[in-house]
């Protein structure tokens, strides 16, 4: 399982559709001062279903939305797609790939899908959950993020471990049960 595709239009700096593809093993990103490296990191974050617009450097929300150059006016919409490789069937999905999606129009409206099919934030925060691949996985690594890990409590740094072990789903609906 590892991401395969991404597929960015309007959000931040990309005004026209970036396509990228990415290989099996650690990609990193490199690249100039303010040539979008980080802007890549916070697309995917937010479409795996980030909600919080200062994590994604913003004030609010569409914020994420090309808003415009000297010579370019700004748009209406951003939309990520992100692919995963789904050959082995880790994903509940008879589908070799999985492809998830946000849009965000500038009148405040969202929409998120799977495989093209209109879905709820949730299903796609269950979807990840425990795959390491969530907003808060591990398979991203930001700025600093190593050094967060390193130096953190040690009750934080046990969620890391056990999303790996593949028990934050079940934890999550034992508290869900209590809550009812
Ligand atoms: P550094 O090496 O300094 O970390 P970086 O490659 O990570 O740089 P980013 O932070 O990804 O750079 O990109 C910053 C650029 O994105 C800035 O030029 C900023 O104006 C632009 N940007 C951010 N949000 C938007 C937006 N909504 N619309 C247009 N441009 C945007
Ligand atoms: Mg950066």
Excluded: H
């Excluded at 130096?151 to 869900?176: C, H, N, P, Q, W």
């Amino acid at each position: 399982m590892y991401l395969k595709r991404l597929e960015i239009k309007g959000f931040k700096s990309f005004a026209d559709k970036v396509d990228l593809e990415f290989d099996k093993g650690i990609t990193a990103i490199v690249g100039p001062n303010g040539s979008g490296k980080s802007n890549i990191y916070d697309s995917i974050k937010w479409v795996l279903g980030e909600q919080s617009a200062k994590t994604l450097r913003g004030s609010k929300m569409d914020d994420i939305i090309f808003a415009g150059t000297e010579s370019r006016k700004g748009l209406g919409c951003a939309e990520v797609s992100l692919t995963i490789d789904n050959s082995k069937k880790m994903f509940p999905y008879d589908y070799s790939e999985i492809t998830v999606t946000r849009r965000l129009y500038k009148s405040g409206e969202s929409e998120y899908l799977i495989n093209n099919t209109q879905c709820r934030l949730k299903d796609i925060t269950e979807l990840f959950m425990d795959t390491g691949i969530g907003t808060d996985g591990y398979s991203l690594i930001g700025q600093g993020k190593i050094e967060e890990i390193l130096s953190s409590k040690s009750e934080d740094r046990r969620m890391l471990f056990e999303e790996a072990a593949g028990i934050v789903k079940y934890k999550t609906r034992k508290l869900e049960a209590e809550k009812k």
